[in-house]
């Protein structure tokens, strides 16, 4: 382009600069143009380098001095145009061109734009003209360098990073991917344009997921997929990824980030396993001291689950809940077995030694790390919405949701067997007690949820209850 309004520039910028490493390369077959340019240049701190008369020696210095900027007349000596020249010269260098002309024809001008220069100055040259367009020159040179090195520097974390990275769109599919995505998928090159979303996914459940939370967000973080491979395999994943808008804020595309964690999670389910176990091994313990009890926790586990299934809490979630539920009554283990099997009814100081059991199991649990607030979950069962439960009389939500639901499995089960000191009290009693105190004693939820199992359900855990 022309650059003719210098007026908005400061006077800072017509200052001489001490700035002799920037090499000026002055092309101008014209004698006494040649060395006002050079003067010119040199006038504000650049080392003029030159003059070339003809394209070929233009082409020479070039190659050989490689400047930071060439000042290059069109029409020239010799048998090739600056024009000519600019494009050898760009072969093999990458070297900003400023045209030097008083040649403005529509042909000359189209010729000149096709080897991208990054500016004209017809003559006669102003000065002022002349020394901003080379610091425009100089700036845009170094922010296109910069930009470079950046997008260089992205690609090569793209292309390196042992995570799937991709870019998918709309209208066009998968149009960037590094080879990680290739390995992980399976897929060649050639076959990733024309794969869609779904195609790596196994089930619509995981897909319908992934979508929702996409349009909802804009974005997901560290979401836990199962993603298949060409061959079939599925894998357990992690992803990331946020949307691509277009111009006008429409919804474009994605780009995101896969890691395989199928190892990690093989881990992380043998861990869990041996986690299961080991309560499960306290929960037979409990059950060994107490016969009368045997498969109390066991029957509260099956009601906490299938409550948990009606008020859709996550599958780890309710894993957790499995876990508590069947070691909630752990405590007992402290508690004298001629209390826990007494079949009359209990003095104040031995429901004492009963309401214990809380404090107890929590006592133990509480030394072990587990996944789940299993310890919290059995210090708080008994305790009651309105305060007023033990052992520390917490209420409402101060009480955590899988204590809350092991509460009421915990009553109606109990209620609804036979106990040393008592007979079967009923299973249509125990849903009258949960229903009439709902919301004073019993978390609505919960009450509502395990209504729902028994009265419209049908739920039934053993022949035996009434």
């Known amino acids: 382009m022309l650059i003719r309004d210098v007026n908005c520039y400061s006077g800072d910028a017509m200052q001489q600069v001490n700035n002799h490493s920037r090499k000026v390369l002055i092309v101008e077959d ?25 394209g070929e020696e233009a082409i020479r210095i070039a190659l050989t001095e490689e400047p930071d900027i060439i000042l290059m007349d069109i029409i020239l000596e010799g048998q090739i145009t600056g024009i000519e020249a600019v494009n050898v010269i760009r072969e093999t260098r990458d070297i900003p061109v400023i045209y030097v002309t008083a040649s403005s024809d529509r042909e000359t001008v189209e010729k000149a734009k096709s080897t991208t220069p990054f500016g004209y100055l017809v003559k006669p040259i102003d000065e002022k003209e002349l020394v901003i367009t080379i610091e425009m020159t100089l700036k845009r040179r170094e922010f296109e360098k910069r930009l470079a090195e950046s997008e260089s520097k992205f690609r090569n974390l793209f292309e390196d990073s042992r995570d799937a990275i991709y870019i998918w769109k709309k209208d066009s599919g998968y149009v960037d991917f590094n080879n990680s995505m290739l ?9 990733m344009p024309g794969l869609g979303i779904h195609d790596f996914f196994p089930d ?3 897909l319908k997921k992934y979508v929702k939370s996409l349009k909802e967000q804009g974005f997901v973080k560290d979401m836990h997929l199962k993603l298949k491979k060409k061959d079939g395999s599925v894998m357990v ?9 277009n111009d006008k804020g429409k919804f474009n595309g994605i780009q995101g980030i896969i890691r395989d964690i199928s190892d990690i999670q093989d881990g992380i389910d043998r861990l869990n396993s041996a986690m299961g176990g080991i309560v499960r091994a306290m929960s037979l313990t409990v059950e060994a001291r107490d016969p009368y009890t045997a498969g109390h926790q066991r029957k509260v586990a099956d009601i906490s689950i299938a409550i948990a299934g009606l008020m859709k809490l996550s599958p780890e979630q309710t894993k957790g809940l499995e876990m508590a539920a069947l070691i909630h009554d752990l405590g007992k283990i402290n508690v004298p077995y001629e209390i826990l099997n007494k079949p009359g009814r209990l003095t104040s100081t ?8 809380p404090k107890i199991g929590y006592d133990i649990m509480k030394t072990i790390e587990f996944p789940w607030p299993l310890a919290k979950a059995v210090y708080q069962h008994h305790e009651r919405i309105d305060g007023s439960g033990y052992p520390e009389g917490v209420r409402g939500d101060d009480i955590i949701l899988e204590a809350r639901i ?38 609505a939820g919960v009450v509502d949820a395990c209504l729902v199992l028994f009265r419209e359900k049908n739920f039934i855990i053993n022949e035996n209850w009434m």
């Open 30 to 54: 014209d004698a006494i143009v040649s060395l006002e340019l050079m003067e010119k240049v040199r006038k504000f701190g650049y080392n003029a380098i030159g003059p070339a008369r003809t």
């Open 183 to 191: 390995e992980l998928f399976g897929y060649n090159r050639d076959e």
């Open 204 to 206: 619509t459940d995981n």
């Open 237 to 245: 994943c992690i992803a990331s990824a946020s949307v691509l808008k």
């Open 350 to 357: 031995e429901f004492e030694i009963i309401k214990s059991h």
């Open 406 to 443: 092991l509460a009421v499995s915990d009553v109606v089960e109990a209620m609804a067997s036979h106990r040393p000191y008592r007979p079967a009290i009923g299973l249509s009693v125990a849903l009258e007690e949960i229903e009439g105190r709902r919301g004073t004693l019993y978390d």
